[in-house]
T-cell receptor, first 121, second 115 residues
Framework: GAVVSQHPSRVICKSGTSVKIECRSLDFQATTMFWYRQFPKQSLMLMATSNEGSKATYEQGVEKDKFLINHASLTLSTLTVTSAHPEDSSFYIC?????????????????FGPGTRLTVT | AQSVTQLDSQVPVFEEAPVELRCNYSSSVSVYLFWYVQYPNQGLQLLLKYLSGSTLVKGINGFEAEFNKSQTSFHLRKPSVHISDTAEYFCAVSSIKAAGNKLTFGGGTRVLVKP
């Protein structure tokens, strides 16, 4: 259970075009999803928190107009990279938050998608 | 705010030898603690987590970690590694009370298991 998918897994686009990445929770509903960015050999940096039915909350330094997030349903969040440039090339990973009891304790846990490799030429 | 420090960026280890990956955190509030593994070009997979209760946590693939509140540490261990354990390992924390329970990740430790 608690599977998260991302589509596409890999995308190459030309500079100036826009790219949409989908994140789906396949077997649970997620009111909150997160989008991360990971540069080669580096850690994950949180970009934004996506909330179903409301505006996303962006981390400091992340351009809202460049990285558009839409969380239109309880199982789908999308990240659109607008007017992409080579510096936007990165590995984008989403996660979906689930609250439940695990190992005798209640708490939130994030389930991660497999990631999307974006290359802007 | 929280921060996570993984003291070793890279750990080479021979197959069937034990390994310990160190993680220290800083937080002014109570936190949940996690260890994730990432294989090349893949997302993150949860190895184990500490929410409350016993400070020794057992996870998947033979890994375990011990929460030490006084030392603010959550070190990950495996008594005998396999070639397939070669991967990047991330320690992460989230505030129990923070809105959204955002995760803060450490810089990662690359484990290279040698035959």
């Amino acid at each position: 259970g608690a599977v998260v998918s991302q589509h596409p897994s890999r995308v190459i686009c030309k500079s100036g075009t826009s790219v949409k990445i989908e994140c789906r929770s396949l077997d649970f509903q997620a009111t909150t999803m997160f989008w991360y960015r990971q540069f080669p050999k580096q850690s994950l940096m949180l970009m934004a928190t996506s909330n179903e039915g409301s505006k996303a909350t962006y981390e400091q330094g992340v351009e809202k107009d460049k990285f558009l997030i839409n969380h239109a349903s309880l199982t789908l969040s999308t990240l659109t990279v607008t007017s992409a440039h080579p510096e936007d090339s990165s590995f984008y990973i989403c996660s979906a938050r689930l609250f439940g009891r695990t190992g005798g304790a209640l708490g939130y846990e994030q389930y991660f998608g497999p990631g999307t490799r974006l290359t802007v030429t | 705010a929280q921060s996570v420090t993984q003291l070793d960026s890279q750990v080479p280890v021979f197959e069937e030898a034990p390994v310990e990956l160190r993680c220290n955190y800083s937080s002014s509030v109570s936190v949940y603690l996690f260890w994730y593994v990432q294989y090349p070009n893949q997302g993150l997979q949860l190895l184990l987590k500490y929410l409350s209760g016993s400070t020794l946590v057992k996870g998947i693939n033979g890994f375990e970690a011990e929460f030490n509140k006084s030392q603010t540490s959550f070190h990950l261990r495996k008594p005998s590694v396999h070639i397939s354990d070669t991967a990047e390992y991330f320690c992460a924390v989230s505030s129990i009370k923070a809105a959204g329970n955002k995760l803060t990740f450490g810089g990662g430790t690359r484990v290279l298991v040698k035959p």
